[in-house]
């Protein structure tokens, strides 16, 4: 068995089969911390990639799987900057969550995230990198960034375009409304729903049986039915910089940071 325990997740390695687990109070947020650590991870299982089958993605947290990006840490880190480095430290961000996403995306084995509770933001664009999402009937998925001024910037729109359509998107994205897993899976989202507490029981019961099968054509199955949409993820970090830039943004997470309420992610 290989191991690996860091502040934000730790992950193992037995018989073909890494487990991730996010696990950074109080609700995953993917900041620097998280990211450093997730570069980490993908280095790692790139160096097991010929010995692993599946990757299962879960949530130590006990009501959320992620509630997205580091919104204080990303205000308070680019508050007191020039516009110009503020910028430039948003674009190397979004590169570098870019390249963690499109290898989770592109990588020879399955991946497969097991979601409870809240999945928002850049903790649904996390999710939409693997190949399968087994939800339990609590999870709830959103995409509340038109409530900052800022799309989704970690790759989320290009790759629900891709896997369920615009219709969809369109809706998720314009009224930042929550779905709950059952919408999920009826348009498509969520390959399997669980019984509350069961996704990461499912998704193992699930990788137990994708093991069976040769891996060659498991790699190139999915590398047909599964392309990665380079061109769109480079225009939407283009865009999320554009967006960035204005005033109003910093307006808008400056209030988000001050918010008194509980969970201020929820739309």
């Given at each position: ?47 097991l ?64 995230a ?108 999915k ?6 949409p ?28 001050e ?9």
């Open positions: 068995m290989k191991s690996f325990a860091g502040k934000t997740l730790r992950w193992e390695w037995r018989e073909g089969v890494i487990e991730l687990t996010l696990d950074y109070a109080p609700a995953n947020e993917i900041g620097s911390a998280m990211l450093s650590e997730l570069e980490q991870f993908v280095a790692a299982s790139g160096a990639a010929r010995e692993t089958s599946v990757c299962i993605i879960s949530s130590a947290r006990k009501s959320v799987f992620s509630a997205g990006a580091d919104l204080r840490e990303l205000y308070c880190g680019a508050a007191p900057l020039p516009e110009k480095e503020r910028l430039a430290g948003i674009r190397n961000f979004l590169e570098r969550i870019h390249a963690v996403l499109n290898a989770l995306d592109a990588a020879p084995f399955v991946t497969i097991a979601v409870h509770g809240v999945c928002f933001g850049g903790g649904l664009e996390l999710a939409l990198a693997c190949d399968i999402i087994i939800a339990d009937k609590m999870a709830r998925f959103a995409f509340p960034e038109l409530r900052l001024g800022l799309i989704p910037g970690f790759g989320g729109i290009p790759r629900l375009k891709r896997d369920l359509g615009n219709a969809f998107a369109r809706d998720l994205l314009f009224t930042g409304r929550t779905v709950n897993a059952a919408r999920a899976q009826a348009v498509g989202l969520v390959a399997q729903l669980a019984g509350e507490g069961e996704a990461l029981r499912i998704a193992r019961s699930t990788a137990a049986q994708i093991t069976k099968f040769d891996a060659v054509t498991r790699t190139a199955a590398k047909f039915i599964k392309p990665v380079f061109e769109e993820l480079r225009r939407e970090i283009e865009l999320f910089c554009e967006l960035f830039a204005r005033p109003a943004v910093m307006a808008a997470l400056k209030k988000f940071v918010s008194s309420d509980a969970m201020p992610y929820l739309p």
